[in-house]
């Protein structure tokens, strides 16, 4: 248990609709990075949000968006779904380098 | 920017054997290692990570070496069991600003 929880845990949307998925943070930790994972693949960065701040982005296009709330929680909103967006988006709480992850959110695009 | 490779990508072995998962870095800046083992459905978790100023950390079956030198970093899990079947990730990072970048896996199977 990491207390780390993203909601929600599967979603079926479709090709040029928009998602919001949502990540409450571990007590404490005032950093939250999500990354993308893709089946058979290892996490890939998408950004990361420091204070509310973003304070690092990977290599996706600008139609991946954050927020980072005061209470630390968070949101991934991506516009203009397109199939090869269908992945798992991971979030991850951070307390300088260590990463705790939630379980998850399936996104599937049809 | 940081390349993480690991290998093997699948390994098989039987209950009770020794199983030993390889990462190289490409940023010799990485000052921190982490390893996640991730099960069917769920998200990564952290089982053991080491830092730059040490050479070995045990916890239990499992331990993490790391040659600085070389920039390489391996996962060593002894006695193996069947519930430590799963997909284990390696990763590197070099300050709590940067991200994590993981190697691609390595599915491991237990037989038992």
């Known amino acids: 248990e990491t207390g780390v929880t993203q909601s929600p845990t599967h979603l079926i949307k479709t090709r040029g609709q928009q998602v919001t998925l949502r990540c409450s943070s571990q007590?404490?930790?005032?950093?939250v990075s999500w990354y993308q994972q893709a089946l058979g693949q290892g996490p890939q960065f998408i950004f990361q949000y420091y204070r509310e701040e973003e304070n690092g982005r990977g290599n996706f296009p600008p139609r991946f968006s954050g927020l980072q709330f005061p209470n630390y929680s968070s949101e991934l909103n991506v516009n203009a779904l397109e199939l090869d967006d269908s992945a798992l988006y991971l979030c991850a709480s951070r307390l300088g380098q260590v990463a705790f992850f939630g379980q998850g959110t399936r996104l599937t695009v049809v | 920017g940081e390349n993480v490779e690991q290998h093997p990508s699948t390994l098989s072995v039987q209950e009770g054997d020794s199983a030993v998962i390889k990462c190289t870095y490409s940023?010799?800046?990485?000052?921190?290692f982490p390893w996640y083992k991730q099960e069917l459905g769920k998200g990564p978790q952290l089982i053991i990570d080491?830092?730059?100023?040490?050479g070995e950390k045990k916890d239990q079956r499992i331990a993490v070496t790391l040659n600085k030198t070389a920039k390489h970093f391996s996962l060593h899990i002894t006695e193996t069991q069947p519930e430590d079947s799963a997909v284990y990730f390696c990763a590197a990072s070099f300050s709590g600003n940067t991200p994590l970048v993981f190697g691609k896996g390595t599915r491991l199977s237990v037989i038992a």
């Open positions: 940023d010799s800046a990485s000052n921190y």
């Open positions: 080491i830092r730059s100023n040490v």
């Open positions: 007590s404490g930790h005032n950093t």
